[in-house]
């Protein structure tokens, strides 16, 4: 079955809208990106998207009580609920520096979590 789909490449502030006609889950036709990063955004987010996972992790001994912590890299996002899930179990004792490494595959994708905050 064709689908079509309009997206808004988000690669840099021009913000192509970009025009995916997919046949099942074959991209057939990319059309409205300027530049070839576009055409990679659309396949990608046609066929996986994929997105940086920004959250907190609970901190002991710290003067707050959670300390932010971010992907290195960008995840599937049909592993998001399945990541949050390890990230609401997990805790950390203060102190902690920033890009501290609270797991190196974040819900078996590979991809490291780290902290984005020096907490003393
Ligand atoms: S297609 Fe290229 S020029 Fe257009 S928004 Fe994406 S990166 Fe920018």
Redesign the pocket.
């Known amino acids: 079955m064709t689908q079509e789909k309009e997206l808004i ?1 988000v ?2 502030p ?3 809208r ?1 025009h995916v006609v997919l046949e099942g889950k074959e991209v057939i036709s990319v059309t409205g ?3 070839p ?2 055409k990679e ?1 659309a396949i990608q987010e046609c066929i996986q998207p994929m997105r940086i996972l920004t959250s907190t992790v609970r901190i002991t001994g710290a003067s707050a009580r959670v300390i932010p912590v971010i992907t290195e890299q960008a995840i599937p996002l049909e592993k998001m609920s399945e990541a949050m899930q390890e990230i609401r179990a997990m805790e950390v004792h203060a102190p902690v520096r920033i890009g501290t490494v609270l797991t190196e595959n974040l819900a078996g994708t590979g991809v490291r979590l780290i902290t984005s905050r020096t907490m003393s």
Do not use: A, K, L
Request: aromatic share 8%; proline share 0%; charged share 10%.
């Open positions: 490449c690669n840099c021009m913000g192509c970009v990106n300027t530049c990063r576009g955004y």
